[in-house]
């Protein structure tokens, strides 16, 4: 008689043959299950993604995604004010450029200044190694304590980040064109630089719209 | 560690406590081969007083080959001792992992990240732990067996650390008292960390011999430890149903399955409870006597194949948020 059977020959290890089997069983269902959900997984990932409006090139795994939505708030953050305050300034130019030099190069200075702000806002969107690092830190800085994900985490897309390079090319370079402006030491010098100054922002207005089209918004009014 | 390794099998008192202490994790009998005296269950009274005096079981050859020492840099040291160390590296690299923020005191690192980091280690440690006896009983090996209370003092370690950073940490209201117990996850994990604090101090050979008999029954709060952790993942993760904030992953991963900690938890433990069943083991003995080890090996395969499944994604997760947290830049996941 085998050891495995007792006296009376009732085999004493069924029962732990029995639930072997039955685990093994679903041990194994559960591998093929785990194998088959897993040859899933890139395509899950970009479903998942697309539904939740996700950017794919601005997803990190584990941490909340980065939306288009997102991206577009964010660039409005930056763009409604320093439109507002160029408009201003602008404004302010256009009353005195005829009349008060001092005035006049006061706006300019202003504007340059409006000008370069909205360019060193817009850099700490761009995908850049440094602001990813910045804004990791912040997403998880809300996650862990709780809090609302700040929009300002909200990185452009590389494809966005190449646009947003290009508006502030040429928003440098009409600031540059600003400050010799607001240099000038006549009125007269101080209006030979204006069509310059238009055709800047020509350019300018070019990316914006650019942008914006990338964005998912409506084309901006232009600047007077 | 290095009592254990000077550990000889033959001395049966002496060696029992060199080498049984097992304390950690330690509800497990220390001679998980072939049961003496044949498939059938002696009576209880039959057996020795206590599993932790019983003889060994017979060397393997890859036990025996294990305590043949080598010389290195002018001393003698056994394959085994390197062995051991090297097996037990990755139950130091939890802690190791918060050595920076805990030197730079960087509570957001801390906040951020240490209930992942050590949590999860806590977890992963229970878990090569518990794995120990599984093994034993497979291989008929004895050589690792130390390993068991290596683990589980590094389980007890990573678990306290996170306890206590979590305490101090997070943002839950109600002090420290209302961080560590005022959600039912934190309530359940410091119920973990109330028992793993007895069962680490009576984790030594002088507690073993203090506590006799009594000593092996205690140390079973390891399975309280072991239920209680799968409560408290259940828990924090919207009982292994939830995605998102309130659970795993966050939209956009397409990956919740497996990013579900209880679903992780779940599949090691299958094979670490199926093989600690009487009617299973006395199974495998009997298979094993017969001489058919292969057939264990093929029966348990598929339960060792969800392990590693499982265990894979727990590695995956302490790893990716470990190195986050050494690097101080915490993942907040």
């Given at each position: 008689?085998?050891?495995?059977?007792?006296?009376?020959?009732?085999?004493?290890?069924?029962?732990?043959?029995?639930?072997?089997?039955?685990?093994?069983?679903?041990?194994?269902?559960?591998?093929?299950?785990?194998?088959?959900?897993?040859?899933?997984?890139?395509?899950?990932?970009?479903?998942?993604?697309?539904?939740?409006?996700?950017?794919?090139?601005?997803?990190?795994?584990?941490?909340?995604?980065?939306?288009?939505?997102?991206?577009?708030?964010?660039?409005?953050?930056?763009?409604?004010?320093?439109?507002?305050?160029?408009?201003?300034?602008?404004?302010?130019?256009?009353?005195?450029?005829?009349?008060?030099?001092?005035?006049?190069?006061?706006?300019?200075?202003?504007?340059?200044?409006?000008?370069?702000?909205?360019?060193?806002?817009?850099?700490?969107?761009?995908?850049?190694?440094?602001?990813?690092?910045?804004?990791?830190?912040?997403?998880?800085?809300?996650?862990?304590?709780?809090?609302?994900?700040?929009?300002?985490?909200?990185?452009?897309?590389?494809?966005?980040?190449?646009?947003?390079?290009?508006?502030?090319?040429?928003?440098?370079?009409?600031?540059?064109?600003?400050?010799?402006?607001?240099?000038?030491?006549?009125?007269?010098?101080?209006?030979?630089?204006?069509?310059?100054?238009?055709?800047?922002?020509?350019?300018?207005?070019?990316?914006?719209?650019?942008?914006?089209?990338?964005?998912?918004?409506?084309?901006?009014?232009?600047?007077? | 560690?290095?009592?254990?390794?000077?550990?000889?099998?033959?001395?049966?008192?002496?060696?029992?406590?060199?080498?049984?202490?097992?304390?950690?994790?330690?509800?497990?009998?220390y001679q998980p081969g072939p049961?003496r005296?044949?498939?059938?269950?002696?009576?209880?009274?039959?057996?020795?007083?206590?599993?932790?005096?019983q003889p060994k079981a017979a060397k393997t050859?890859?036990d025996?080959?294990?305590?043949?020492?080598?010389?290195?840099?002018?001393?003698?040291?056994?394959?085994?001792?390197?062995?051991?160390?090297?097996?037990?590296?990755?139950?130091?690299?939890?802690?190791?992992?918060?050595?920076?923020?805990?030197?730079?005191?960087?509570?957001?690192?801390?906040?951020?990240?240490?209930?992942?980091?050590?949590?999860?280690?806590?977890?992963?440690?229970?878990?090569?732990?518990?794995?120990?006896?599984?093994?034993a009983?497979?291989?008929g090996?004895h050589?690792?067996?130390?390993?068991?209370?290596?683990?589980?003092?590094?389980?007890?370690?990573?678990?306290?650390?996170?306890?206590?950073?979590?305490?101090?940490?997070?943002?839950?209201?109600?002090?420290?008292?209302?961080?560590?117990?005022?959600?039912?996850?934190?309530?359940?994990?410091?119920?973990?960390?109330?028992?793993?604090?007895?069962?680490?101090?009576?984790?030594?050979?002088?507690?073993?011999?203090?506590?006799?008999?009594?000593?092996?029954?205690?140390?079973?709060?390891?399975?309280?430890?072991?239920?209680?952790?799968?409560?408290?993942?259940?828990?924090?993760?919207?009982?292994?149903?939830?995605?998102?904030?309130?659970?795993?992953?966050?939209?956009?991963?397409?990956?919740?399955?497996?990013?579900?900690?209880?679903?992780?938890?779940?599949?090691?433990?299958?094979?670490?409870?199926?093989?600690?069943?009487?009617?299973?083991?006395?199974?495998?003995?009997?298979?094993?006597?017969?001489?058919?080890?292969?057939?264990?090996?093929?029966?348990?395969?598929?339960?060792?194949?969800?392990?590693?499944?499982?265990?894979?994604?727990?590695?995956?997760?302490?790893?990716?948020?470990?190195?986050?947290?050494?690097?101080?830049?915490?993942?907040?996941?």
């Amino acid at each position: 008689m085998s050891a495995t059977y007792a006296a009376d020959g009732r085999d004493d290890t069924a029962a732990g043959k029995v639930i072997l089997m039955i685990s093994s069983s679903l041990a194994a269902v559960l591998v093929i299950a785990g194998l088959i959900y897993a040859a899933g997984t890139g395509q899950r990932h970009v479903a998942a993604m697309a539904a939740a409006g996700c950017v794919p090139s601005l997803f990190i795994s584990g941490l909340p995604c980065t939306t288009g939505q997102m991206m577009a708030n964010e660039y409005l953050a930056i763009a409604t004010p320093a439109n507002q305050q160029l408009s201003t300034d602008m404004a302010a130019y256009a009353v005195n450029e005829k009349s008060d030099l001092a005035a006049a190069k006061a706006a300019l200075t202003a504007e340059a200044a409006s000008e370069q702000a909205f360019d060193a806002s817009l850099s700490a969107q761009l995908f850049t190694p440094q602001n990813m690092a910045t804004a990791d830190a912040m997403i998880q800085n809300a996650t862990s304590n709780g809090t609302t994900v700040p929009l300002a985490s909200a990185l452009f897309s590389p494809q966005v980040t190449a646009i947003a390079n290009r508006l502030i090319q040429a928003n440098q370079a009409r600031a540059a064109l600003t400050a010799e402006q607001a240099r000038s030491t006549s009125l007269t010098q101080l209006q030979s630089f204006n069509h310059r100054a238009e055709v800047a922002s020509a350019a300018v207005g070019a990316e914006v719209n650019l942008i914006r089209k990338a964005l998912g918004l409506p084309p901006a009014a232009p600047l007077n | 560690m290095a009592r254990s390794t000077s550990g000889r099998w033959a001395n049966e008192q002496v060696a029992a406590y060199e080498y049984q202490p097992t304390p950690y994790g330690g509800p497990d009998t220390y001679q998980p081969g072939p049961r003496r005296g044949g498939a059938i269950p002696a009576p209880r009274q039959a057996k020795a007083p206590a599993d932790d005096l019983q003889p060994k079981a017979a060397k393997t050859r890859m036990d025996e080959w294990m305590e043949v020492d080598f010389k290195f840099g002018g001393s003698r040291i056994k394959r085994k001792a390197v062995a051991l160390v090297l097996l037990g590296i990755p139950a130091v690299l939890p802690l190791f992992f918060m050595l920076p923020a805990l030197i730079t005191l960087n509570s957001n690192t801390f906040a951020g990240s240490v209930d992942d980091t050590l949590g999860t280690g806590a977890e992963f440690c229970l878990i090569l732990c518990l794995l120990i006896t599984p093994l034993a009983l497979l291989t008929g090996q004895h050589w690792f067996i130390p390993l068991r209370r290596w683990y589980g003092i590094m389980m007890a370690a990573s678990g306290i650390g996170d306890a206590a950073a979590a305490g101090v940490t997070d943002n839950f209201a109600g002090g420290v008292f209302g961080r560590l117990t005022g959600h039912t996850f934190t309530l359940v994990g410091f119920m973990m960390v109330m028992l793993v604090v007895p069962l680490v101090f009576t984790s030594n050979p002088w507690a073993q011999r203090k506590l006799g008999r009594y000593w092996k029954r205690f140390q079973r709060l390891t399975y309280a430890i072991w239920a209680l952790l799968a409560c408290h993942l259940m828990l924090l993760e919207g009982f292994g149903f939830e995605s998102g904030t309130n659970g795993s992953g966050f939209a956009g991963d397409g990956d919740p399955v497996f990013h579900q900690r209880f679903y992780q938890f779940s599949a090691c433990s299958l094979f670490l409870l199926v093989l600690r069943l009487p009617p299973v083991k006395r199974w495998i003995a009997a298979r094993q006597r017969e001489g058919r080890n292969w057939l264990v090996w093929v029966a348990v395969l598929p339960l060792f194949a969800l392990f590693v499944f499982g265990l894979i994604f727990i590695i995956n997760e302490e790893l990716f948020k470990g190195i986050d947290s050494f690097t101080e830049h915490p993942s907040a996941e």
